[in-house]
């Protein structure tokens, strides 16, 4: 098992920039939030509604398709059919989609937070600076839970929020990629030297 871990955290090493460019575009993305929250959560909604109609109409000529094949075929013409209306709510009802985007976010920060915990216990045993993923793991359950207890916050200041949310989640995992990355240089130095 902690074989399997090692090798996990090697691989992150490897690809420490990853990790921190993610980092970087969560500073962006927080940047740009807190600068211009209307138009960031006018954004959000208008990304969210394209997605949910591209994929839409996919799942149902997906699901067409299949339906001389399949017995099931109608599951994916439901999922399409309720993904289409889930963007034209999103467009012609913006106000409507943001509210569901709050409730998505809090649900997608609290479980992004548990598991970036779970995460940081287990690196515990392989690496030294693990708590900057536990650091972020908790600031993104304390956010989500924020956000699912006062929605009605207004949707403008919950962008704030999420814009320094993004800035500090950023912050924490640039931290991490530098922990990664001077673990994998150290690493090579090993095996250069071993040689």
Do not use: C, D
């Not at 399997?4 to 962006?28: D, F, H, P």
């Not at 467009?91 to 569901?100: N, S, T, V």
């Not at 359950?141 to 949707?155: N, Q, W």
Request: hydrophobic share 65%; proline share 2%.
């Amino acid at each position: 098992m902690n074989g399997r871990l090692e090798q996990g955290v090697a691989t992150l090493a490897k690809y420490w920039w990853a990790i921190a460019l993610r980092g970087v575009l969560a500073i962006l993305f927080g940047v740009l939030a807190v600068l211009m929250p209307g138009l960031t959560l006018y954004v959000l909604v208008l990304l969210f509604g394209a997605y949910a109609l591209v994929e839409g109409v996919f799942n149902v000529v997906a699901a067409i398709r299949r339906r001389q094949t399949e017995t099931h075929w109608w599951t994916l013409l439901l999922e399409g059919v309720v993904s289409i209306l889930a963007g034209l709510i999103a467009f012609f009802m913006p106000g409507l989609a943001a509210l569901w985007l709050v409730y998505l976010l809090a649900a997608w920060a609290i479980l992004t937070g548990i598991l970036a915990i779970a995460a940081a216990i287990r690196l515990r045993k392989v690496i030294t600076g693990e708590f900057w993923l536990g650091l972020g793991g908790v600031l993104s359950l304390i956010f989500g839970l924020f956000i699912a207890i006062a929605p009605g916050a207004g949707a403008l200041s919950l962008v704030w929020w999420i814009g320094g949310y993004a800035i500090i989640f950023g912050v924490t995992l640039i931290a991490l990629a530098f922990r990664l990355r001077s673990r994998s240089h150290g690493s090579a130095g090993r095996v250069a030297h071993a040689t």
